[in-house]
Nanobody, 128 residues
Framework: QVQLEESGGGSVQAGGSLRLSCVAS????????VGWFRQAPGKGREGVAAMKTGGTREYYLDSVKGRFTISQDNAKNTVFLQMNNLKPEDTAMYYC?????????????????????WGQGTQVTVSS
């Protein structure tokens, strides 16, 4: 139904910036929220940022607030994660994910298992 593909990862020094992109294709009307998640080696996958399609609501992991910004293009085909002032602890594989968010949804945007569409990930490495 929905295919996601991330790009824009790479290796940067602490304090640097990267912009991740997630291109969506398929029947995107089946989703109304998209998020960025990351997973470091040996650790679980955690939500970094998410937004309702159309930009009506944004969510951020506390540790990235003020540094990361999630956005999307006007055509609603691409979602971005602007990552500024990167820190070594930001090093992880970053994934784009999407799902339908019902009005009566009782979970959280951070609930990894509730997202049914995932990209393959793009690696972000931050060195000190």
């Amino acid at each position: 139904q929905v295919q996601l593909e991330e790009s824009g990862g790479g290796s940067v020094q602490a304090g640097g910036s990267l912009r991740l992109s997630c291109v969506a294709s398929g029947y995107t009307y089946n989703t109304n929220i998209v998020g960025w998640f990351r997973q470091a080696p040996g650790k679980g996958r955690e939500g970094v940022a998410a937004m309702k399609t159309g930009g009506t609501r944004e969510y951020y992991l506390d540790s990235v607030k003020g540094r990361f910004t999630i956005s999307q293009d006007n055509a609603k085909n691409t979602v971005f994660l602007q990552m500024n002032n990167l820190k070594p602890e930001d090093t992880a594989m970053y994934y784009c994910a999407a799902r339908w968010w019902p009005s009566d949804y009782g979970g959280s945007w951070r609930d990894v298992d509730d997202y049914n569409y995932w990209g393959q990930g793009t690696q972000v490495t931050v060195s000190s």
